[in-house]
């Protein structure tokens, strides 16, 4: 393979780039060229394709630093429809005008289930990335646990996976951790820390939302800032018994820490932060406040009252706050573990598609014997029997939900990731660069700015034939 093409979708993380200079410095010592597809598949469809080289002359671009978060090619949730024939005939012929032999995806389920149909026509290979950690399986046969279901009322098609049929084995675990998550946690946890004191000193409930909107990973990760109370998307909140919990906590200690994923259902199975219908580009609902929800519950059953009596506060809207995380999980430079490991990723990518294993997934494995090691699975092994891919939630072992906290299997399963986590350099760069007086004297230089000089135009080349933009 000369030439090979990268894009990077979904929500950015901020091992993205990590995992594209691993991508490009191991292409650069197989001596493959790499063209950057601009924002995701929506760069496909774009009829101009925004593209640049990462590695002309077969050296790194300055521009692409493993050390800096987001991604240098931008991102978009943009939906490829397979069901449209046409719009795969376009991408085919774009690739092929770029002389393009093969694509490398970096993504969670979603970008995997949007290369699929690519890898029909072109050889295809997944990096893995998702501040969420839902890319994997628990163990093999986890997929033939989802079922096909038709709403009957909007008669849509729904998926829902059933209870999990076997116990789980570290070992058995497919993607054990993915990059992104790490520094994700990182920063809930260090949200979840900064919240305790001042809860403490204001006799305050706080409510503090962090993202993962299927599975429970992230916030599973924040028991490292000690919250009293984790909720996850995966077990239906019973409200008595959390509100009790709640009562009790605040009696002892005079505040409470609750952590939840934004994704939290009730016992219907609704979702509490779902009070909007609507849906980004690949039809991922957009939520819009969990954490508030819960929070106005809490205000209306412990009542003005309970806070009165207790001499604390005036009003229970005083005396509860909430705060999300929010997109800060996703930003910024990504701890050791993250560079270390989505660098590898983007590597082992590259070798897999010049062996040509067409919709191969690059992962990471952990067992006893060899610690963290990368390897691949075929991506049909991550299919329901109907083709799709979905998110991999929380194995319901991980966690305590008598106790709200990570289980021992998922403090287990924690450790292994988060126990040398951070390198000095995380550290030292926090007494170096955070209060550096030209931070006040220069304005920031966006990478943007530098990457608009690279990216050229399909339309720019020979319409008819192909191109050559190196
Ligand atoms: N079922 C699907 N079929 C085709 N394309 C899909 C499908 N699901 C998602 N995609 C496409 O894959 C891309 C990424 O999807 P999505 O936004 O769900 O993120 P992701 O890869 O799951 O990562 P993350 O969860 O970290 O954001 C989008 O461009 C989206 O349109
Ligand atoms: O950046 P956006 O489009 O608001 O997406 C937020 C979503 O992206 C993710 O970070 C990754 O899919 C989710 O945890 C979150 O729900």
């Known amino acids: 393979m000369r030439r090979i093409a990268l894009l990077t979708a979904g929500g950015d993380t901020p091992a993205l780039n990590a995992t594209i200079f691993g991508a490009v410095e191991r292409a650069n010592e197989l001596r493959v060229q790499v063209v950057g597809i601009i924002k995701g598949f929506g760069g496909l469809l774009d009829p101009n394709v925004p593209h640049l080289r990462l590695n002309p002359l077969y050296s790194t671009i300055p521009e692409l630093d493993p050390r800096c978060g987001g991604t240098i090619l931008g991102s978009s949730r943009t939906y490829i429809d397979d069901s449209h024939a046409g719009e795969l005939q376009l991408v085919k012929k774009r690739l092929d005008q770029l002389g393009i032999e093969g694509l490398i995806c970096i993504g969670g389920d979603g970008t995997l289930n949007g290369m699929q149909p690519i890898s029909q026509f072109m050889p295809c290979v997944l990096a893995p990335k998702t501040i969420d950690n839902d890319l994997g399986l628990n163990y093999l046969d986890e997929p033939n646990e989802w ?11 729904k998926f829902r996976k059933l209870p999990s049929k076997q116990d789980l084995d570290l070992e058995d675990i497919v993607n054990f951790a993915t990059p992104g998550y790490a520094t994700a946690v990182y920063v ?25 909107r299927e599975s429970g990973y992230l916030a599973l990760g924040a028991a490292y800032g000690q919250p009293d109370i984790i909720l996850i998307p995966e077990i239906p909140l019973d409200y008595e018994r959390f509100e009790r919990r709640v009562r009790d906590l605040y009696d002892a200690q005079k505040n409470v820490v609750i952590v939840i994923g934004e994704g939290l259902r009730d016992q219907d199975g609704k979702r509490l932060g779902d009070i909007s219908q609507s849906v980004d580009p690949a039809g991922n609902i957009i939520f819009s406040g969990a954490a508030e929800v819960l929070q106005n519950m809490l205000v209306d059953s412990m009542g003005d009252h309970y806070f009165v009596s207790r001499k604390r ?93 990570p289980s021992k299997l998922g403090v287990n399963y924690l450790s292994r990731i988060f126990d040398n986590a951070i390198g000095s350099d995380d550290l030292e760069i926090l007494r170096e660069d955070l209060f550096d007086t030209g931070h006040l004297k220069s304005r920031y230089q966006s990478v943007n700015v530098g990457i608009h000089k690279h990216i050229r135009y399909l339309s720019s080349g020979n319409e008819e034939g192909p191109i050559d933009p190196f």
């Open 147 to 157: 079922v096909r279901e038709v709403d009957p009322e909007s008669k849509k098609e």
């Open 188 to 212: 809930c946890v260090q949200g979840v820390q900064r919240i305790r004191t001042t809860a403490e000193s204001h006799r305050r409930i706080a409510i503090v939302e962090v993202m993962g």
């Open 313 to 405: 506060h005036e009003q229970a809207a005083a005396a509860t706050f909430t705060r999300k995380i929010g997109h800060t999980q996703r930003g910024g430079r990504p701890i050791r573990f993250d560079r270390y490991y989505a660098t590898q990723l983007g590597g082992k990518a590259v070798d897999l598609l010049v062996q040509r294993q067409n919709n191969y997934v690059a992962i990471l494995q952990w067992n006893e014997q060899q610690g963290f090691h990368v390897s691949s699975i075929n991506g049909n092994a991550l299919r329901d029997s109907w083709r799709g891919i979905h998110p991999r939630l929380l194995h319901p072992s991980f966690y305590d939900e008598h106790r709200y906290q």
